[in-house]
């Protein structure tokens, strides 16, 4: 892990060091650690003729914070539209929304959220043939 990822806190007048990636909150006394999250909701057009999911992707503590997060960032994403605004860029944590479509409806209540898994991955224990 590259020393630009980590910060140190001193924790003891002894010199215990508490080192922090960048990716993890101090909640408290313990450490939150932020893991790469999906969520995929469905999107159908007014009148049902089209159908999709919108995914959305970032770092979160929970699937709970995951769904609110993604939930947030197309509201304001939304919001700019309709205001004739740009849509705002990516925010803390790798959360945003971009392709806003008019007349497009999100299904929030149908929302899924889990860790994120690449399956290209190196560590991916599924074998792909090419």
């Known amino acids: 892990m590259s020393a630009a990822f980590l910060r ?7 010199g215990a060091v ?5 990716d993890q909150r101090q909640e408290g006394e313990g450490v939150m650690h932020l893991e790469f999250y999906e969520v995929d909701v469905p999107i159908h057009t007014g ?5 999709g999911v919108h995914v959305f992707t970032g770092k979160a503590s929970s699937v709970s914070e995951a ?4 939930h947030r960032v197309y509201d304001a994403a ?3 539209r309709q205001a004739g605004l740009d849509v705002p860029g990516q925010q803390d944590g790798g959360w945003g929304a971009r ?6 409806e999100l299904d929030w ?11 290209f991955s190196w560590s991916s224990k599924e074998h792909y043939e090419l």
Do not use: E, I, T, Y
């Not at 508490?18 to 960048?22: I, S």
């Not at 009148?47 to 159908?51: I, L, V, Y």
């Not at 392709?99 to 497009?104: E, I, L, M, Q």
């Open 109 to 119: 209540a149908a929302a899924k959220a889990g860790r994120w898994s690449n399956p």
């Open 8 to 14: 140190a806190a001193l924790s003891s007048p002894a």
């Open 78 to 80: 939304f919001a700019a």
């Open 18 to 22: 508490a080192v922090f990636r960048h």
């Open 67 to 70: 769904l609110d997060r993604a």
């Open 99 to 104: 392709g806003v479509r008019d007349g497009w």
């Open 47 to 51: 009148d049902q003729a089209r159908h």
